[in-house]
């Protein structure tokens, strides 16, 4: 995992469940950049930017809180408390059920909602991050 999650971590929390971007959100951006490779070399821009934002989006959940840090010049970061969230929702189109991506929406206190775009294996996350909020309930 990236050096943002790494370091934004407590002492005494623990990664249990480290997400990533699905090349397969990325596929506009990676057949955009083939059509107009050979349009002076204005796909490569486009590839650049697919391999930027997969390489620079970091997610994980601890036995804390939810981390997602999305940018590599400008930087968007989300991180709720576990005790904050109140669920997370999965959304995933036809073509996220054919290849395993889909969005994340996370809905805590107060009506907040935030989205996590992309993600490979939403269910896996999901269920990752209910196993934790379940111990972590437990535990109080």
């Known amino acids: 995992m990236g050096s943002y999650v790494r370091s934004s971590i407590m002492p005494g929390e623990q990664i249990m469940y480290e997400g990533r971007l699905s090349i397969w959100s990325l596929l506009p951006l990676i057949i955009l950049g083939f059509l107009l490779l050979f ?4 796909g490569l821009i ?4 697919a391999f930027i934002r997969y390489r620079t989006t970091e997610l994980a959940v601890t036995n804390k809180r939810v981390i997602a840090k999305f940018g590599f010049i400008s930087r968007r970061t989300i991180e709720l408390n576990l005790s904050r969230i109140e669920g997370i929702q999965v959304i995933q189109g036809i073509l996220g059920r054919i290849f395993d991506y889909g969005s994340l929406v996370i809905s805590g206190t107060g009506s907040m909602k935030e989205p996590i775009p992309g993600i490979a294996n939403p269910l896996g996350f999901r269920q990752a991050f209910s196993s ?3 111990a972590a309930t437990a535990r109080t």
């Open 46 to 49: 486009f590839w650049l930017t």
């Open 132 to 134: 934790v909020h379940d």
């Open 39 to 42: 349009l002076w070399g204005l």
